[in-house]
């Protein structure tokens, strides 16, 4: 109950910054400014506008969670994460899993954070639009980059904190 | 509580690790992020990269090789925030909701088991003075192993 209770407080403080990188990232060329973007949306629709589709990403992000924990712990308990490159392979096969089911969400909640379109579409709506446009292929563009960057973002995560902690570890003993 | 100073030693430690290693993950896939969200955004008739080649050749056109890496200041500084959200606050409403720490507190030496139970005659209690525990009824109960259960589950995983 804490960690949701904390999960909603922290994914919806910094929610802004995402819909910024959306903003900022989401085009080629434009404006390069963070400030600049982040007025221009405040100026033209009020500061409520750096919250739109705030609930989707909320809504995605505690789906996905649940999904990678319930699967990690199902390899878990088969003994599945045990030694060195268990608990990494678990890790990631089971981010691979929930992020390949929930991913029409990611495609959903871009959508909502631009807002180029209707100024109050709703989720569904936004559902209903992109599928309308391209079908499920619509849903899942993107889906080969996102498999792509799972792998190594896991194992650079991997590396680096093992890696760290070793090297800190070595200092403080001697 | 030595012991629970001990544990608290390493917390910075462990969480410019974390922080390291987030930033250093999320630097080397900001790339192929980046890409995604063009092919994302992209409608399917019109303007906009529909597949990684064009949506990569597109920014390196523009914007240059660092042009690759927009956006990805913003999504660091976010997780970064994020996650001292999420641990600070979770400190705080975990203590609200009874976890491990209440727990320790019962077994500590300086507590007595009388005054974990509600005592009928208030002049027997041990101490003439207030409760030296903030959360006596804390102490036990089922929610408490729960909460246990899933810190343990979540530190592990």
């Known amino acids: 109950m804490a960690g949701g209770g904390a999960g909603l407080l922290a994914g919806g403080l910094t929610y802004p910054l995402d819909l910024l990188r959306t903003r900022l990232a989401g085009t080629v ?57 268990g608990p990494a392979m678990c890790g990631t096969a089971a981010s691979l899993l ?68 070793r090297l800190v570890e070595s200092r403080s003993q001697s | 509580m030595s012991g629970k100073k001990k544990e608290k030693a390493s917390v910075p430690t462990t969480m410019a690790i ?15 992020e980046r890409v995604r969200l063009l092919l994302q955004m992209a409608p399917s008739r019109g303007e906009g990269s529909r597949s990684a080649s064009s949506g990569f050749s597109a920014v390196m056109h523009s914007e240059g090789v660092l042009g690759l890496w927009r956006g990805n200041g913003l999504s660091i500084v976010r997780a970064m925030l994020s996650k001292g959200i999420l641990f600070s606050s979770q400190d705080v409403l975990a203590g609200k909701l009874s976890p491990t720490r209440a727990r320790a507190r019962a077994r500590a030496p300086t507590r007595t088991p009388a005054l974990s139970t509600p005592n009928p005659n208030p ?35």
């Not at chain 1, 936004?126 to 619509?138: K, S, V």
Request: contains cysteine.
């Open chain 1, 29 to 85: 060329g434009g404006v390069t400014s963070v400030r600049r973007v982040a007025l221009d949306i405040v100026r033209t629709a009020g500061p409520l506008a750096l919250f739109r589709g705030v609930h989707a990403t909320i809504g995605g992000a505690v789906t996905y969670e649940s999904m990678r924990f319930g699967a990690y712990g199902a390899l878990r308990d088969r003994g599945m994460a045990d030694g060195v490159l």
């Open chain 2, 123 to 157: 002049d027997l209690r041990p101490y003439p003075y207030p409760n030296p525990s903030p959360h006596p009824h804390q102490a036990s109960s089922a929610p408490t192993r729960w909460l246990a259960a899933v810190r343990g589950y979540w530190r592990a995983g």
């Open chain 2, 18 to 32: 974390g922080a390291f290693a987030g930033a250093a993950s999320k630097t080397a896939v900001a790339p192929i």
């Open chain 1, 98 to 165: 929930a992020g390949n089911i929930i991913y029409p969400n990611d495609t959903v909640r871009r959508r909502l954070q631009v807002g180029k379109h209707a100024r109050s579409e709703s989720y569904l709506c936004a559902l209903r639009a992109l599928h309308a446009e391209g079908g499920m292929a619509r849903l899942y563009r993107g889906i080969v980059l996102y498999n792509i960057k799972v792998a190594p973002s896991a194992a650079v995560q991997f590396a680096t904190f093992h890696g760290l902690k």
